[in-house]
């Protein structure tokens, strides 16, 4: 078929497919079989996916009870990879906390210190210099893009895209690059400090900073004319499993699937933390609450956080990185060898850690996928007495079965990709 | 169901607001609060206050959205009657009609039994969601053994967990 036919002469091949269409599964299914008398179409079958399996986004096992191809009930079977990291951070003083809670949802490492950090940072009622609120919203709004891009690469990867993978995958070597230089680490890189950021930013970074914010916009436009108007992509994702955002608010849902179903609740605008009300960023909003809404909701977040990189490092205030208070953060290595008192809160910093007055508090914050709060007790020792993290993928994974019920299992394995859970912060 | 006694302690700490009810009234109050606009259950998760009684704590966070204003109710049940009403379910409300639950409730309230080994009644699915089915214990209460092994050249660290000694 060549594209100088013209329209009333279709192939036999495009006949067909326009007689294919996305009606209600219901009349699908009475068609195909036939009558609605036949046993066989009413049975139930339950079948058991995962834990390991390539589209289920890490150790996550499904009992999914399906009639024929289409699913009835869904339910998630949790815990493979639970390693009880709070119970772990219970035992660990408030510095050698930060590293276990950052492990918690391997992808936004500096959203779990922050969020750690932030509730201990409320309880020791510390402020925070502004230069590190900026570095601190920097690094983060990097984490965002790079979770994202992760995001996007194994979903269009489950979907059939397999090339873009490769691409989200090379512009997140030049996320890892760039944490590297200015933490020393790739990923889970304990930067975030309670009162503020490990060190300062080395030379050069603003500029390899600049090269990157420069280009993401541009490659960005090439993820979206490669997935935006093809065909497979609009098929799998437009008008499969929505959910409106009343019930969403019901399970719990926060995050780009909110935002996907209209509602524009955004922790960063709506309750401003580590200064986010000096930037100028947009909320994409969705309009349908559809697989494409949430595709579409955080490719546009990328462009989004971008523009926030770029506000924060052109406005960086000068200043200290982390607190001056000597109770809480450890004084610079070259006041060591001169001053008596810098001495005595170092050893008593390295070895017993700070104390934090009782109390509790809940710091919630927004993480790539959603409220991510922690709930921290402290009971006046150098160590948290209860350290809790309500993680949003935990959370959000009760949407499932309201989201893919009547739907195809290939429109679960979408939907389990628009979802973006991450099993690291589902199991703790 | 409702009444003088409901509310034992409130608590203003850095800028946040927690009431501390009495255990029975649980529903009824966060009904009553999402009456008022509270209407966002953020986080269902339980704390252990060993030694002092009554040991378990549950702790709801809830969001009023409009106002943009948190608020924490929490309840504290004794480890010999670790009981409380679920949220999850919808309700019979008392002059006929429901009550609607929480679903977000659900894997929260199923993860503070896990791990605290407080009782949901009514809730439609109470068993275990990290540990597997057939543990025994509830391994976040504080006097449960934290176990591992132990690390080399990590003097200053004594374990503050495990049973008292």
């Not at chain 1, 066989?40 to 024929?68: C, D, F, K, M, Y």
């Not at chain 1, 992509?233 to 399970?251: I, S």
């Not at chain 1, 401003?272 to 930037?279: A, E, L």
């Not at chain 2, 990290?130 to 214990?137: A, Q, S, T, V």
Request: proline letters at 7%; aromatic letters at 8%; glycine letters at 8%.
């Amino acid at each position: 078929m060549s594209s100088t036919e013209e329209p009333t002469t279709l192939s036999a091949y495009r006949r067909q497919e326009q007689s294919i269409t996305l009606a209600p599964v219901e009349e699908q299914i009475r068609s195909d079989v036939g009558g609605a008398s036949d046993e066989a179409s009413h049975e139930l079958l339950t079948l058991n996916i995962g834990p390991h399996h390539p589209a289920t986004h890490g150790v996550l096992r499904l009992l999914v009870t399906l009639q024929g191809e289409v699913v009835r009930d869904i339910k998630p079977i949790i815990g493979y990879v639970h390693t009880g990291i709070e119970k772990t951070a219970e035992d660990k003083s408030y510095w050698k906390a930060i590293p276990v809670v950052e492990r918690m949802d391997y992808l936004s490492y500096f959203f779990n210190a922050m969020a750690y950090c932030g509730a201990v940072e409320t309880l020791l009622d510390v402020e925070i210099p502004p230069r590190a609120q900026y570095l601190r919203v920097i690094h983060l709004e990097f984490n965002r893009i790079m979770s994202h891009l992760v995001w996007l690469g194994t979903s269009a990867l489950d979907l059939g895209a397999i090339s873009m993978f490769w691409y989200c995958f090379r512009e997140r070597e030049a996320i890892l690059d760039l944490f590297e230089l200015s933490t020393g680490q790739r990923m889970h890189t304990r930067y975030i400090q309670v009162g503020g950021v490990a060190e300062d930013i080395p030379r050069g970074f603003a500029e390899k900073l600049r090269k990157f914010t420069d280009a993401m916009p541009t490659r960005a436009d090439q993820y979206g004319d490669l997935l935006n108007k093809n065909e497979i992509v609009l098929q799998r994702l437009r008008n499969t499993c929505p959910l409106d955002a009343q019930k969403l608010l019901e399970l719990g849902v926060t995050g780009p699937l909110l935002r996907a179903a209209g509602n524009p609740w955004d922790l960063r605008k709506a309750a401003p933390y580590s200064s986010y009300d000096h930037f100028d960023f947009k909320i994409p909003v969705g309009t349908v609450g559809d697989n494409y809404d949430r595709f579409a909701v955080r490719l546009a977040e990328i462009y989004e956080s971008t523009r926030i990189i770029e506000q924060a490092l052109a406005g960086l205030p000068e200043g200290p990185y982390i607190t001056t208070d000597r109770k809480v953060a450890l004084p610079p290595r070259h006041e060591l060898a001169t001053s008596m008192e810098a001495l005595i809160h170092h050893f008593k910093l390295v070895t017993e850690g700070f104390r934090v007055p009782p109390g509790e508090v809940y710091h919630p914050i927004e993480s790539p996928r959603g409220e991510l709060g922690c709930f921290v007790r402290s009971d006046g020792s150098s160590k948290p007495a209860r350290v809790h993290m309500r993680d949003p993928s935990f959370v959000n994974l009760q949407a499932t079965s309201h989201m893919a019920e009547g739907a195809y299992i290939a429109d679960l394995i979408a939907t389990l990709a628009m979802l973006d859970p991450v099993l690291g912060g589902i199991d703790r | 169901m409702i009444g003088e006694h409901t509310v034992g302690d409130t608590v203003f700490f850095r800028g946040h607001g927690t009431l501390e009810i009495d255990p029975a009234t649980i529903v009824p109050v966060l009904h009553r609060l999402r009456d008022r606009g509270y209407s966002f259950l953020a986080s269902v998760h339980g704390v252990d206050y060993y030694p002092h009684e009554p040991r378990l704590g549950v702790h709801y966070e809830l969001l009023d959205m409009g106002r943009v204003d948190r608020v924490t109710v929490k309840l504290r049940v004794p480890t010999d009657a670790p009981e409380v009403d679920s949220v999850t379910p919808d309700r019979a409300a008392p002059g006929g009609g429901v009550l609607a639950g929480w679903p977000t409730a659900n894997h929260q309230e199923r993860e503070v039994y896990d791990m605290f080994g407080v009782v949901f009644r009514d809730h439609p699915d109470l068993r275990r969601i990290l540990m597997p089915e057939d543990y025994e214990g509830h391994p976040q209460r504080r006097d449960f053994p934290i176990g591992g092994e132990p690390v080399a050249f990590t003097y200053n660290d004594t374990p503050s967990l495990g049973p008292p000694r």
